[in-house]
């Protein structure tokens, strides 16, 4: 815990570069086994051709390739973990990360879409996890669609107790979206503010786990615009608009006015809890 205030700081464990360099062994193993296999059959096929010495250097040469790799692979995790830290803090996550170019990257709570918990084989082998956090319209999030596959803004690997990451974002999102007692009467006063509590209250109460029903894809069929185009429209990645019509999103206040200006409707019309 940081001496600051309603903050929150963590690393990354150790055991994810172990983690890493297993990955990478399995690999470099089937390597090393397809260059033995090489290796024999030229010894068995050209013994008398080529002398043994230059089969035995070239053996040498390629496992000391191997051997390398294999050091090298361990370095950049090792730098990697020790450079690795995160902050949750009162309105937005800090990340920062980075071997040759050091990265920080600032997620403000209003942008973020989904939380996710992973734990594939390899986790489980290390007893880490991973914690995946979803935003709507990042930088990072449109290059790597564009790309083909869809790496998420906030990214925290080899973490032994994810929950607490988890529990500790969902407090600081319902703080942030929520609305002081006693001050509604003199705040949302106007139609206008009155309207933003009330999309407030249904992202507070998405967030509490209540279920989403949306019209995203029969107003946008009626608005004669394909799930890419809206996309583009509202700048966010193509998967963010399929994953907010299946209801797997939870919209930020900005995207889902985005949206409606779009589509021309209201956001009452796109979002509804069941």
């Known amino acids: ?115 996710t918990i992973v734990n594939g084989v390899f986790d489980r082998m290390f007893k880490i996890f991973t914690v995946k956090i979803e935003t709507a319209g990042s930088s990072a999030a449109v290059t790597s669609a564009q790309r083909g596959y869809v790496k998420p803004e906030g990214y925290i690997p080899g973490l032994r107790d994810p929950y607490i990451i988890e529990k500790k974002i969902k407090e600081m999102m319902t703080k942030y979206s929520s609305v002081p007692s006693g001050l509604e009467d003199n705040i949302f006063k106007p139609e206008e503010l009155a309207f933003d509590n009330f999309i407030s209250y249904i ?48 919209p930020s206040l900005a995207l889902a006015y985005k949206i409606a200006e779009v589509l021309q409707c209201k956001i009452e019309d796109l979002f509804r809890l069941v």
């Open 1 to 115: 815990m940081s001496k600051e205030k309603n903050s929150y700081e963590g690393s990354v464990s150790s055991s994810y570069k172990n983690k890493e360099l297993l990955k990478s062994l399995i690999i470099l193993v089937i390597i090393a086994i397809s260059i033995t296999g090489i290796f024999l059959a030229g010894v068995f096929l050209t013994w008398w051709i080529i002398p043994i010495e230059l089969i035995y250097l070239v053996f040498i040469i390629c496992y000391s390739v191997i051997g390398a790799i294999i050091i090298l692979i361990y370095s950049y995790n090792w730098v990697y973990v020790r450079n690795f830290a995160y902050t949750i803090l009162e309105d937005h996550i800090i990340i920062r990360h980075g071997v040759f170019t050091k990265i920080v990257a600032t997620i403000p709570y209003s942008r973020i879409q989904n939380i």
């Open 203 to 250: 992202l507070s109460k998405m967030r509490e786990g209540e279920k989403l029903k949306t019209s995203i894809t029969e107003l946008r069929e009626k608005a004669n615009l394909s799930a890419a185009e809206l996309a583009e429209k509202v700048g966010v990645p193509l998967q963010t608009i399929n994953y907010l019509a299946e209801g797997r999103y939870n």
